[in-house]
């Protein structure tokens, strides 16, 4: 009986380690926790190949290789890494025998298939005893896509409001008909069939001619029903349904590209082959036209390259050791700055399965070897004069991929416009990295660079479309914000200003690096009237807020300071039901209100009470029957305290008898809503009260 291949691995996710069980042949997978266990075990030599991530500290994984190559030559390593850090990986690592990288998000096929050649065994097909990791993978891709699509369903909901307002524009109005088609898809696509036509008839109500104020209440309800219809685990697709198509070969071709025009004249060409010889006649070949190669044999040096010479082209050699070309598009697919650079493929694998992984990793073209040169350079003139004639003038900043200070001045003018004629708040946020001189200095120019890019990948994602995020100069940033008052708006910048410190990048040296931000804020017509005028106040805030110090990182114009124990909130929750806090407490935060929560009733009343209280709400939506002191009883320590002049309290309760509703009301509550309810009906109602700026 043939004895199985060993595999060691650590720093895996379970799904994958499951997957490369199931799908490899003749393999016995061990994982381990700690990197001292995987060592001893490499150390036997017994394994053929050793898989490890980058969820490892780099000391540990190049402990773990060290003990593998010693033990056997013939013992592979593999290392999966992120894209994003991808460089800095690479340099961390480069004195060491890496066989194969891999770069996550992971092409499980594309792995599998290298898994399998370096380990000589055979790759299995999926079939139906793989119930549980298809469900596994599912359940995986759902994750993905389930954040974007509450997102959607979060502007449905403000659609609702808008209607029950009778302010639903044509615009929103058709946006919200495009969203729940949207939410229609997805739903269907992951097996939440209930979800789909709920979501159909959502897109077919938006879509009528007919709607009304009064449809307002109805959709609500069924907006509810949606999210919970979506609350559920997804359904595996069935086995003729055909893969989804990657996101990168998605990429439309009439994007606009974020290189520079005058490079696109210079017509360069990076060629990246592990043949030199091909290298040299291609070199030879495309410079008779006019084209200047960059030749590179060496594919971990790719990033560099890319870097440094700024091509206007890529051709990629398919198969090469260590990191192939379908990983190296895959990157590019994924990074804002090379997005759109065009891909073509050279290879000697011309079968169907090839050509899929080609066109799966986002290539734009692929060319045979051996080639005829004459279809080669008629390929790449093809795709150089496409990229030339979709190309608008310099608009983006090539390192955050962000608009740069005169093209995001432009864009916030057209909305600072809007804002005036409608009499919308706007506000405008500088945010800096903090000691960025410094970190340049003692980290070096790759961690600083990682550090902006980052920021730049964050913040797009962080704020909604007609919001405007720009990179000004240097490590400060510029975001204009339509609709938020400068209060509101502080709050996502401390938002995330927490996520950037939260983030590992690696200095030059190996060293992990953190780094803090700094921001501040100003409202227009409250600071000022023009964008100069607003970042010039904005900027002061932030040089106050950075003299004070101490754990907040946002200034805002012209808001002194509270007192040590007072924290403004806009909501305080009091509900000992944490499944409907969790729910309103998300519904309020996307939509940039300051929320605070309390599960028991003496918690609540004794951070809301008092001479100097540690919570101050413009609102309080107040449960009845809730832990340790009923609502009633906390209402009338409020009223007490003369906290109900300053609040406005909406009890949520179960108890709809006209007694109870009136004892409430005597006590000092503004109104109660039924359990249960629909959250756009409640935040119609929190926001009309804010409006009215009862308690400001």
């Known amino acids: 009986m043939t004895q199985p291949v060993k595999l060691l691995v650590a720093g895996l996710p379970a799904e994958l380690v499951r997957e490369i069980g199931l799908r490899l042949r003749g393999v016995d997978i061990s994982s381990f926790e700690n990197a001292q266990q995987i060592g001893r075990a490499a150390a036997h030599g017994e394994a053929r190949l050793v898989i490890l991530s980058d969820a490892l500290p780099t000391e540990e994984t190049i402990y773990i290789a060290r003990r593998a190559k010693d033990a056997s030559d013939e013992m592979k390593v593999a290392y999966c890494m992120s894209m994003q850090q991808a460089e800095n990986g690479l340099r961390a690592v480069k004195d060491i025998q890496i066989d194969r990288f891999f770069l996550t998000p992971i092409d499980k096929e594309e792995m599998l298939l290298e898994l399998a050649k370096m380990s000589r065994v055979e790759v299995l097909a999926p079939h139906e005893s793989h119930g549980e990791h298809i469900a596994a993978a599912v359940f995986e891709a759902w994750e993905r896509a389930r954040p974007s699509t509450f997102q959607k369903i979060d502007k449905l909901d403000d659609a609702a409001i808008a209607l029950l307002d009778n302010n639903l524009s044509a615009e929103l109005k058709a946006a919200a008909e495009r969203d729940a088609q949207n939410v229609a898809e997805v739903a269907g696509r992951f097996g939440f069939d209930k979800a789909a036509r709920t979501a159909k008839d959502l897109a077919e109500r938006f879509a009528s001619l007919s709607l009304s104020p009064v449809d307002g209440v109805s959709i609500s309800e069924d907006l509810l029903a949606l999210r919970q219809n979506l609350l559920g685990p997804p359904t595996p697709p069935s086995a003729s349904k055909p893969p989804a198509t990657s996101q990168a070969s998605q990429t439309p071709p009439e994007a606009a590209t974020s290189l520079d025009e005058s490079q696109l004249e210079a017509r360069r060409i990076l060629l990246v082959d592990d043949e030199p010889l091909v290298s040299r006649g291609l070199t030879s070949l495309l410079a008779r036209r006019q084209m200047a190669v960059t030749a590179l044999n060496d594919p971990l040096r790719f990033w560099s390259t890319v870097e440094e010479t700024k091509p206007n082209l890529i051709l990629l050699d398919l198969e090469m050791p260590r990191l192939s070309g379908t990983e190296l598009c895959r990157a590019l697919r994924n990074d804002r700055r090379w997005s759109e650079l065009p891909v073509i493929f050279l290879t000697g694998h011309t079968d169907q399965a090839s050509v899929q992984r080609i066109f799966a990793a986002g290539a734009d073209d692929y060319v045979g070897k051996p080639f005829v040169p004459a279809e080669l350079t008629m390929r790449i003139e093809s795709r150089l004069t496409g990229v030339k004639a979709r190309r608008a003038p310099v608009e983006t900043d090539p390192l955050t991929g962000l608009p740069v200070a005169g093209k995001a001045t432009e864009l916030i003018d057209r909305f600072l416009r809007l804002a005036r004629r409608k009499s919308d708040p706007y506000s405008i946020a500088v945010l800096q990295v903090d000691a960025f001189a410094n970190l340049v200095t003692t980290f070096g120019r790759g961690a600083a660079n990682a550090v902006l890019r980052a920021i730049g990948e964050l913040l ?89 110090g101490g754990a ?34 998300h519904a309020m935060e996307t939509r940039s209100l300051r929320v605070a929560t309390f599960a028991d009733g003496e918690t609540a009343a004794a951070a809301l009470t008092g001479a100097s209280p540690e919570i101050q709400a413009s609102v309080i939506l107040l449960g009845v029957d809730i832990p340790a002191l009923n609502g009633l009883e906390v209402l009338r320590r409020l009223k007490a305290g003369e906290i109900t002049r300053l609040s406005s309290v909406v009890m949520l309760t179960s108890r709809t008898g006209e007694r109870d509703v009136l004892a409430a009301l005597e006590l000092g509550a503004t109104d109660h809503i039924a359990k249960p309810f629909s959250v756009p009906v409640l935040m119609h109602k929190v926001r009309t009260v804010l409006k009215q700026g009862q308690a400001w």
């Open 460 to 548: 797009p994602k962080s704020f909604r479309a007609e919001d405007v995020p720009g990179w000004w100069s240097g490590a400060e940033f510029t975001i204009g914000m339509y609709g938020s008052t400068k209060e509101h708006a502080a709050i996502k910048l401390g938002q995330i200003c927490a996520k950037i410190a939260e983030l590992n990048f690696l200095a030059d040296d190996g060293r992990r690096v953190h780094v803090a931000c700094s921001a501040g804020v100003a409202q227009y017509q409250t600071d000022g009237d023009s964008i100069p005028a607003l970042r010039d106040e904005a900027l002061k805030a932030l040089e106050k807020v950075r003299e004070t």
């Open 552 to 585: 907040n990182r946002v200034g805002v114009s012209g808001v002194k300071a509270m007192g040590p124990m007072t924290r403004r909130v806009d909501v305080a929750i009091v509900e000992g039901d944490a499944a409907l806090v969790a729910l309103l407490q």
